[in-house]
């Protein structure tokens, strides 16, 4: 029997073997791949405890004027951070620590606070804004202060201080009250003595001005050591925000009411632009970012100016008899009273047992309403608000804006109050009175309007539109799309005749002596005192106490409100002393100045004052606070 034929090995066999040790072959390489090459990269990824994400902290938007001087910057800051993981015992090291670089016992409290409270490989940060020399000094302990780490970040800084205070205000270490009011916090709000906006406009751009966080991946070991870096991810700056604000304007302001309790806004009329919003005195917002000492922060709340008050937008004051060109608007577009009516001012209007007093003891006579404007006649607005009625002037209060909280990228902005019937009905549960609508008449009572709100209105007064205030130019280098106001609709001859009263107040009547004597820059203003307190019948018979016998806190507040130039306006501005006496004797010379300043894009010549003031001018000019040499426009910001 013949031995059967070995196995036959067919093409297709072949190509079957081929293809398996090919899969084969491939399948052997990418293992080899995966353990050799690839092995430290994948095995890390398979242990995830030993991948840490850190966030990077972004640099902050800076904030400038209109013409990019810098409000708020970035500067570089020294600080010592310790790790607790690293540190073993954090008291000992604190107290080594403590021997290079001075550590008080609050500081050494809040650091061992932090630390306990926060993960063991998370940096708290021991000491800021020290000089390079502490940094020098610690670097040079390092082998005895294991965990201290000296390192270089970023801190806020303004550099007008106290001039911008209110309106840029300061940064602040978030607290757990911060967060508490955050629905979904950002996790960079989380990273130990990280700063946000506190007040100002540092506090209502807060989200524009942070940026976005980027992040560190690092290798840590199971205890937490932080072994090597694995890879960076920058985040985004944020973004500058430039305000409309006038830095020397705003300055000269603060300057100008030095030794005052006051307020002046400065509005640009054609556009809204707010270019000073200066409260005196101010307060140096570089104090709170530096950590305000207790000394400095008692003598802040016990000062009786308030220097922490933005008197501009925050504080509501009766305007006194500002608010007298709004009630003749009123009546005007209500038909009440015509511009050639006259009322008779006897210097008082009685109303049952009561009298109503006019400022001027023995009266005007025959007033019509230039004169009523020129003068400050009472009695002429006693009878006007009453035959006008309360509905009627708050109507035209909020036209003007006033009774209004205005948009402004600021807190704690007042809206004020312009009341009217049904007003005290729901409050006060009381009807009207015809008493009330007298003391409407002539800006007190019930009435409430900030600095900020007057401006407004005397803008709205000066051109007949709907002035909006606006505080921020650009963002991110992007100006903010602007909308030229629309027409109030008022009747142009009421305001003319309004105008032309208030032209009066300023170059014939109580404004006078606060006139402004270049032709190319006339002004047009009303004075205002209002009272905040009660002057008794008894008082009355035996001589009303001056101001100037009054404790400070009792007496008149003094106002003032102008534009010019009265042909063509360009500026508008609103003024306060509190407890100041006299709107005419205190209140105007300084607005009069500020505006002049305003036109002039500087310190105004002296032939813009009346000849017979020029010399004291010039006297008072060489006792104002010598002014801050200005910033260098804003260029880049510093990164650590």
């Known amino acids: 029997m013949s031995a059967a034929p070995p196995p036959r090995i067919t093409r297709r066999a072949l190509m079957l073997l081929g293809v398996q040790l090919g899969v084969v072959g491939v399948l052997g390489w990418r293992m080899r791949d995966l353990q050799v090459r690839q092995h430290e990269h994948y095995a890390m990824l398979a242990d995830e405890n030993r991948i840490n994400l850190r966030l990077i902290p972004p640099a902050r938007g800076t904030i400038t004027d209109r013409a990019g001087v810098p409000l708020a910057i970035n500067r570089r800051n020294y600080r010592v951070s310790l790790v607790r993981e690293q540190a073993g015992d954090p008291p000992a090291i604190l107290d080594r620590l403590g021997r290079i670089i001075p550590i008080d016992a609050e500081t050494r409290e809040r650091a061992l606070r932090e630390i306990a409270t926060h993960s063991a490989f998370v940096p708290v940060v021991i000491a800021e804004h020290l000089t390079w020399e502490d940094v020098a000094r610690i670097s040079a302990n390092a082998p005895v202060l294991p965990g201290v780490v000296a390192e270089v970040g970023l801190s806020r800084s303004y550099p007008l201080g106290r001039d911008t205070g209110h309106v840029v205000g300061y940064v602040g270490p978030v607290s757990e009250s911060d967060l508490a009011k955050i629905e979904d916090p950002d996790p960079v709000l989380r990273i130990p003595r990280f700063q946000i906006g506190k007040t100002g406009v540092e506090q209502r751009m807060e989200d524009t001005l942070r940026g976005e966080a980027g992040t560190l991946r690092i290798e840590v070991s199971a205890a937490g050591r932080v072994m090597r870096e694995l890879g960076r991810a920058e985040g985004t700056p944020g973004q500058d925000v430039a305000l409309t604000l006038d830095e020397g304007l705003q300055s000269y302001a603060m300057r100008r009411m030095e030794g005052e309790s006051a307020a002046a806004a400065v509005i640009d009329v054609t556009n809204g632009d707010i270019v000073a919003l200066a409260s005196a005195p101010g307060f140096d917002p570089n104090s709170f970012v530096f950590g305000i000492g207790v000394a400095e922060w008692n003598s802040l709340l016990e ?26 608007l009123a009546a005007l577009a209500a038909g009440t009273i015509a511009p050639g009516d006259r009322v008779h001012c006897a210097g008082f209007t009685q109303l049952g047992n009561r009298r109503f007093h006019c400022w001027k003891h023995g009266g005007h006579g025959s007033v019509d309403l230039r004169k009523s404007l020129s003068q400050s006649c009472d009695c002429y607005y006693y009878e006007v608000a009453r035959r006008t009625g309360a509905d009627a002037i708050a109507a035209m209060a909020r036209r003007l804006g006033l009774g209004y909280r205005h948009d402004l990228p600021l807190p704690a902005v007042t809206a004020g109050l312009m009341p009217d019937r049904a007003w005290k009905a729901e409050t006060r549960k009381e009807s009207w009175t015809v008493g009330d609508s007298f003391n409407y008449g002539i800006g007190q009572g019930y009435t409430l309007a900030s600095p900020l709100q007057l401006a407004v209105m005397a803008a709205r007064v000066a051109t007949g539109t709907e002035v909006a205030p606006r505080l921020v130019r650009a963002i991110g280098g992007v100006d903010l799309p602007f909308e030229p106001p629309k027409s109030l609709g008022l009747d142009p001859r009421h305001l003319e005749a309004v105008r032309n009263g208030m032209f009066a107040v300023s170059n014939e009547g109580t404004a006078y002596r606060s006139r402004i004597a270049d032709p190319a820059m006339l002004m047009a203003g009303k004075t205002g005192t209002s009272q905040v307190r009660v002057i008794t019948a008894a008082e009355r018979a035996r001589g009303v106490t001056k101001n100037e016998q009054l404790p400070w806190n009792r007496r008149d507040h003094a106002l003032f409100i102008a534009f010019a130039p009265y042909d063509k306006p360009r500026y508008a501005i609103a003024q306060i002393v509190e407890h100041g006496g006299g709107g005419s004797a205190v209140a105007a010379p300084i607005a009069r100045d500020i505006l002049l300043y305003a036109l002039c894009g500087g310190e105004p010549p002296l032939e813009a004052y009346p000849p017979e003031q020029r010399k004291s001018i010039g006297e008072q000019r060489a006792r104002m606070p010598a002014a801050e040499a200005a910033p260098p426009a804003a260029g880049t910001r510093d990164r650590a």
């Not at 004051?317 to 009630?327: A, D, E, R």
Request: no cysteine; aromatic share 12%; glycine share 8%.
């Open 303 to 328: 000062d009786e100016y308030r220097p922490l008050a933005a008197k501009t937008v925050a504080g509501a004051y009766p305007p006194g008899s500002t608010f007298k060109p709004v009630v003749a």
